[in-house]
């Protein structure tokens, strides 16, 4: 990928870019103001319509100083193995949900994450790339 920058080589890479595709298509349909039900329900769809695997609501457990806590936490969406989705309907995006999807992907060892609110005039200002090495 010569003359791309590393951010946008891991973009290409990541195949991340069909899962906004389908979120677009999400908000432009429902637009803001749903709760995140709903935009979980219609993204889940969305994305099987287009191909991907998908499984939602999945589970996760961990492992803290050797007692497995089971069904602790789940995840919204995971796609095709490896992407994992956080949808919120919030009026601003907070830290506090930018390190909640970072804590899932150590928690799961997956890669890449996307961080996706869908209360938003535009998408493109409710949406954020995270990989787990924190790039």
């Known amino acids: 990928m010569s003359g791309m920058t590393e951010t946008e ?14 979120m677009i298509e999400v908000h432009r349909v ?3 103001g749903l709760v995140e039900s709903s935009y ?7 994305l099987r319509l287009r191909g991907h695997h998908v499984e939602r609501q999945r589970p996760i457990d961990f492992d803290y100083k050797g007692l497995i806590v089971r069904n602790a ?3 919204d969406l995971i796609v095709d193995h490896r992407i ?9 995006l907070a830290p506090i949900h930018n390190a909640q999807l970072l804590t899932y992907l150590k928690l799961t060892g997956l ?6 609110n869908f ?3 535009t998408l493109r200002r409710g949406l954020r790339r995270v990989w787990r090495d924190g790039r």
């Open 9 to 22: 080589s891991r973009k290409f890479q990541d195949g991340s870019d069909a899962i906004i595709a389908a």
């Open 111 to 116: 890669e890449i994450g996307l961080l996706v």
């Open 119 to 121: 209360n938003v005039s």
């Open 84 to 92: 994992v989705i956080e949808i919120k309907a919030v009026d601003l």
């Open 73 to 75: 936490h789940r995840l």
């Open 30 to 32: 429902l637009g803001p």
């Open 40 to 46: 979980e329900t219609a993204l889940e769809h969305e």
